[in-house]
């Protein structure tokens, strides 16, 4: 460690264990069932298999309750498989 910085094959770990803990989280946990809906996609992006966008006033619905939002970037990529 210099500089603050750790190496990079300590970094690449800690982000294998980080998506692992994730991904278990939500599949044993996560019980709800949320919708989304968008006005308008601003902006969208493919690059190494990662999805981007960029989504304007967007509406989340889970049965009666409403949030709305004026914007949501969106990050996705394929996940890990066992």
Do not use: Q
């Not at 910085?5 to 044993?28: Q, R």
């Not at 889970?62 to 996705?76: C, F, R």
Request: hydrophobic residues 40%; aromatic residues 6%; proline residues 2%.
């Amino acid at each position: 460690m210099t500089c603050g910085h750790i190496n990079p094959d300590l970094a690449d770990t800690v982000l294998i264990k980080y998506d692992e803990s994730i991904n278990e989280a939500l599949s044993k946990r996560v019980t709800a069932k949320v919708n989304f809906r968008a006005d308008k996609l601003m902006n969208y992006r493919h690059c190494d298999n990662v999805w981007t966008l960029i989504l304007k006033d967007v509406e989340f619905r889970e049965g009666p309750m409403v949030l709305k939002v004026d914007s949501v970037k969106v990050v996705a990529c394929i996940g890990l498989t066992d």
